[in-house]
C-alpha cells in the first residue's frame, strides 16, 4: 500500500510525501524479503531523485535496484532497471546512455512485454532529442504512443504526448506542439497527473512567450528534419481518443 501512496503522490507533484511513503514501502520489502517489491520501489525512489536532480541518490538507487532485481532472478525487473539507468545517463550527459536499450527492447519483443517495450522507445526518442535528431525522435515517440494508446495505459499517453510536443517544439511545429500540450494537460488533468500537466503547462506557456529553450537548443541541428516530419493531428487524435 505505502509505495502504490508512493506512486500517487509522486505523480501529484507532492515529492516531499512521496518519498516518505517510499521510504516506508522500502522498510517493508526488505523486512519480508520481497526482492520484487524492493526493486520496483528503489527503481521508482530513483526516478523521483532524478527528477529532483539529486543525482547521487538517484543512481545508488538505480544501482541497488538493478541488484534486488538480479538477486531476486527478476529478469524483467532487471531490464526495467537498466531503461531507468539509460534515462538517468541521459539527464546527466554521460555517454553511452543507448547502450542497454536495443537488448532491452530485443527482450522485450521476445518475452512480450510491451510496457517495457514502449519504455524503451520513449527513452530512444528523449536521447534522440537531446543528441538534435528530432526526425527520429519523432518517430519513435510515434510509436510509443500508438503502443501506449492501444494498451491503455493512460498515464504513459500522457508522458508520450509531452515527449510529442517537445519534439514538435524543436522541429518548429508550433501549433502542433501547443495542440499535443493540451491535450497532455487534458489527458492528465483526469489520471491526476500533476506533474506531468504542469510540464506541459510550462512548455506550452514558453511557445506562446515566444519560443522555449529546447526549441532554440535544437533548431539547428532539427532544420533539416522538420522539411521531411508533418505532425499529423489526426492521426494523433486517433490514437489517443477514448473508446
Avoid at 30 to 51: E, N, P, Q, W
Avoid at 55 to 69: E, F, P, T, V, W
Avoid at 87 to 109: C, K, N, V, W
Wanted: hydrophobic content about 40%; glycine content about 8%.
Amino acid at each position: 500500500a505505502y509505495e502504490y501512496l508512493g506512486l500517487a503522490y509522486h505523480l501529484e507533484g507532492d515529492h516531499e510525501h512521496a518519498l516518505e511513503m517510499y521510504n516506508d514501502a522500502l522498510k517493508h520489502a526488505t523486512k519480508v524479503r520481497d526482492l520484487r517489491a524492493t526493486s520496483t520501489i528503489l527503481r521508482r525512489r530513483g526516478d523521483l531523485y532524478r527528477f529532483l536532480g539529486k543525482r547521487d541518490k538517484a543512481k545508488r538507487d538505480i544501482l541497488d535496484s538493478a541488484l534486488a532485481a538480479d538477486r531476486g532472478g527478476h529478469l524483467d525487473l532487471l531490464w526495467y532497471t537498466r531503461v531507468a539507468d539509460a534515462h538517468f545517463r541521459m539527464t546527466i550527459g554521460e555517454s553511452g546512455a543507448a547502450d542497454a536499450l536495443q537488448p532491452a527492447l530485443e527482450y522485450a519483443r521476445k518475452t512480450g512485454l510491451p510496457k517495457l517495450e514502449a519504455d524503451v522507445i520513449k527513452v530512444q526518442a528523449h536521447i534522440a532529442l537531446s543528441c538534435g535528431e528530432a526526425h527520429s525522435a519523432y518517430r519513435l515517440c510515434i510509436q510509443c504512443l500508438g503502443t501506449v494508446s492501444r494498451l491503455g495505459m493512460g498515464l504513459r499517453v500522457t508522458s508520450a504526448l509531452v515527449l510529442l510536443g517537445q519534439i514538435s517544439v524543436a522541429l518548429g511545429h508550433l501549433s502542433a506542439a501547443k495542440g499535443l500540450f493540451n491535450a497532455a494537460i487534458k489527458q492528465g488533468r483526469k489520471q491526476n497527473y500533476q506533474s506531468k500537466v504542469e510540464q506541459a503547462e510550462r512548455e506550452k506557456m514558453g511557445i506562446i512567450s515566444g519560443g522555449s529553450l529546447l526549441s532554440r537548443k535544437n533548431s539547428l541541428s532539427s532544420r533539416a528534419n522538420s522539411a521531411t516530419v508533418e505532425i499529423d493531428p489526426v492521426r494523433i487524435k486517433e490514437m489517443t481518443k477514448e473508446e
